[in-house]
């Protein structure tokens, strides 16, 4: 039977099932694959319950032979990014193939038809609805397990997006920190003199309802700060609270920090342990044993994953990065973390250089492809 492409009812259990196992049974051999929590992922085809609907669209693909699922993909047109930004640009996403280019080719034709008819002149990915989903395509890094939510793949990806006429747009590269490593002495001098002559102080949390009362906050504070990367739209409420809840349900209070200016967020970092090998227990479901594992790991988690970090415009050359050095030390020794995964950088955020200096290394690459149309 000659391969086809369905396109899934997301009012289907059954196809929205389909779409989500995929995976799964890809990825059942791959001790670094970590399965996505399904709950989200269900809501994430839910069109009437997730936010990201209310302003844009979506539509989601299997190709399949003899009826049996061989691979998927996601296509969005957000129109809240393409306002903003002036641009007819689509997206893919939840990208995932056997390792059989005429899959992927049909997927990709697929999804540049869709973006066609709606008159996007270029595809870019792999990205997805809202500014805490993972980013890119796992090109190094194979070996080593993502960081919580960051996508994970087989080498042969790149290979497949390349032969379907995808080109490299940029790279996200994460940094592995040895836990233990201490910070050059200099770097701690300028943050106590900045800190001091600047006024800066640093918020901590004892609690997540604590947590939870300044996300408004922490969001606003992140709509005003990545106003220039290249992938931010402005985050609505509703979204808010969806990349909030998540956020709270792998986070520890102790390891989310603000840097501020008298009541004024400077800078944020955010830290959270890696729960990957509950997630991997518990088959990517909460319910009913699910919550167990990962209460467990909070406390055995030897990895921790830095990921959120920004200093406001207002703040920055003001030695904000030198203090947020200083405290991302502290929250990995003081969590007895021995390994630290700086998660997807930005070159301007906090510079691969100072990185470097704490005797960082380069350890995993995403790459973001772009087609134009």
């Avoid at 973006?115 to 002149?121: E, F, G, Q, S, T």
Wanted: with cysteine; aromatic share 14%.
């Amino acid at each position: 039977m000659a391969l086809q492409v369905i396109k899934v009812d997301t009012n289907s259990r059954r196809d929205v099932n389909r779409f989500i196992e995929l995976p799964f049974t890809l990825y059942r051999d791959c001790a670094q694959w970590v399965p996505p929590l399904i709950d989200d992922m269900k809501m994430q085809l839910n069109r009437r319950k997730y936010p990201y609907y209310e302003h844009s669209e979506a539509d989601f693909f299997i190709a399949e032979r003899d009826g049996r699922p061989v691979g998927r993909i996601a296509a969005l047109n957000n129109t809240r990014y393409n306002n903003y930004r002036k641009s007819h640009t689509a997206f893919f996403y939840f990208f995932d193939v056997e390792n059989k280019p005429e899959a992927s080719q049909a997927l990709f034709r697929t999804i540049e038809d869709w973006a066609k008819v709606r008159k996007l002149d270029k595809i870019v990915g792999a990205k997805g609805f809202l500014q805490a989903d993972g980013m890119g395509i796992l090109v190094d890094g194979f070996e080593y397990r993502p960081a919580m939510g960051i996508p994970y793949n087989f080498p042969y990806y790149g290979e497949l997006i390349e032969a379907a006429g995808y080109t490299r747009q940029r790279d996200f590269l994460s940094t592995y920190l040895p836990g233990q490593a201490d910070l050059p002495p200099r770097l701690r001098e300028i943050a106590e003199k900045m800190m001091v002559r600047r006024g800066f102080t640093i918020k901590r949390f004892a609690s997540k309802n604590e947590l939870r009362a300044l996300i408004p906050e922490i969001v606003e504070t992140y709509n005003q700060t990545f106003t220039d990367n290249w992938e931010f739209a402005p985050i609505t409420p509703k979204e808010a609270k969806v990349i909030g809840e998540r956020l709270l349900a792998i986070a520890d209070p102790k390891l989310i920090k603000l840097v501020m200016k008298g009541d004024k967020i400077a800078g944020f970092l955010f830290g959270f342990p890696n729960l990957s090998d509950a997630i991997c227990r518990s088959k990517g479901r909460l319910w009913p044993f699910g919550w167990f594992w990962l209460l467990r790991e909070f406390k055995r988690a030897r990895w921790i994953d830095l990921n959120g970090a920004g200093i406001l415009a207002p703040y920055r050359g003001l030695g904000i990065n030198a203090i947020m050095y200083v405290e991302m030390e502290k929250t990995v020794k003081e969590g007895g973390f021995e390994h630290a995964d700086m998660v997807q950088m930005e070159e301007h955020v906090l510079t691969l250089n100072d990185a470097q200096t704490m005797g960082g290394k380069i350890f995993k690459v995403h790459t973001i492809y772009e087609k134009s149309l």
